[in-house]
């Protein structure tokens, strides 16, 4: 359910192998709340569910970022290496004009390895010490995420204030039983190995489903749509990421699509996508008789709830709205017939936590 409000609030960028499903002229549905669409033949889709296998190194970085959270952070009188925190003031200007300051209060602490502002800028500042002052240039690759970067040179002012080591704790038994809670190390890495088991099913399942949705939105034929529909979408989209400029310090909202590396087609994109959606999901929802009953909604709202850590499914419906909650319940159930229906094939695979993903949890 995280994963819902999630998808619904932020930009997706999950990519799906999708295998396209066939048409079928008699799935018409027409709605003026919604649209006309011609649905594709949904059912017997065939998608794959790549199930991540845990591994003694997931193992290892999970209780690691638990760890963190007892770390001792002690300002060192040394130069500055990997996985250090800098705390800085960082000007970059571009032809000759402000681009950012990070000064007095507002001081940056930057990670060494994170790459906030590239790999040269970690190099830059690597083997620094407190009181160092720095002038330096970086010209940044065409293809760089951030767009005022890409293809430009810019050039900084480093005023280093202090440098910042973490020790994280010692694992030993004494520390699992007296700190964590845990009666062994083993008992803690068999705890953490089925949480992640938990995580990488909860997300494997997460990501079928939305192939499966997606296959059948890029499959269908839309004829029309509500404008009410797409209005309430677009609105919505800007909403979100209006929210995010006083958290990254933007001007206007265009200034976050280009921290998210978003355009205005990006983001056009994304909000037919979500009115396409709408529109797959009520469809289905009649020819497959599966309007949501009473008892189906006020179940919904009970699981929600307790995925979601609320206290009582009446806060849930005060943030969210019983018109939101319900079409979601719904297209829960839309998505559990399209699961029962589809083909899938299983594939488990290994994937571990690199240094720069450890580093951003932090």
Do not use: H
């Amino acid at each position: 359910m995280k994963k819902r409000f999630c998808a619904l609030l932020l930009i997706s960028t999950a990519v799906f192998s999708l295998t396209a499903c066939g048409s079928s002229s008699s799935a018409s549905y027409s709605d003026d709340a919604y649209g006309t669409v011609t649905l594709c033949n949904y059912k017997n889709l065939t998608a794959e569910k790549k199930v991540l296998t845990v591994t003694e190194d997931d193992i290892d970085s999970d209780i690691d970022v638990m760890l963190y959270d007892y770390a001792d952070f002690k300002e060192v009188d040394r130069p500055s290496t990997n996985g250090d925190c800098i705390t800085a003031e960082i000007t970059g200007t571009k032809d000759g004009d402000v681009l950012f300051s990070y000064t007095g209060d507002s001081s940056y602490d930057l990670y060494l390895g994170s790459e906030d502002f590239g790999a040269d800028f970690d190099q830059a500042l690597t083997g620094v010490s407190a009181g160092d002052e720095l002038t330096f240039s970086i010209t940044y690759p065409e293809d760089y995420d951030y767009e005022d970067f890409a293809g430009a040179t810019i050039d900084y002012m480093v005023n280093v204030m202090s440098i910042t080591e973490e020790v994280l704790p010692e694992l030993t038994e004494d520390f699992v039983k007296n700190t964590l809670g845990y009666d062994s190390i083993a008992a803690l890495r068999e705890d953490a190995r089925a949480r992640l088991e938990a995580d990488n099913e909860s997300s494997a399942e997460y990501d079928f489903r939305e192939n499966l949705m997606q296959q059948v939105i890029d499959g269908s034929d839309f004829e029309s749509y509500s404008q009410d529909l797409y209005d309430s979408y677009a609105t919505g989209m800007e909403e979100n990421y209006e929210s995010y400029m006083e958290m990254f310090g933007c001007e206007t909202v265009e200034e976050v699509y280009d921290l998210f590396g978003m355009t205005e087609t990006d983001i056009e994109k994304e909000v037919m996508n979500l009115v396409y959606r709408a529109i797959v999901v009520q469809a289905i929802s009649q020819k497959e008789n599966l309007a949501l009953t009473d008892t189906e909604y006020q179940e919904g709202l009970e699981r929600y709830a307790e995925e979601n850590d609320y206290d009582s499914t009446d806060a849930l419906v005060e943030d969210y709205g019983e018109d939101s909650l319900r079409s979601w319940i719904l297209e829960d159930k839309v998505l559990d017939f399209l699961e029962k229906n589809a083909n899938v094939t299983v594939i488990e695979t290994e994937a571990t936590m690199d240094t720069e993903e450890l580093q951003m949890i932090q």
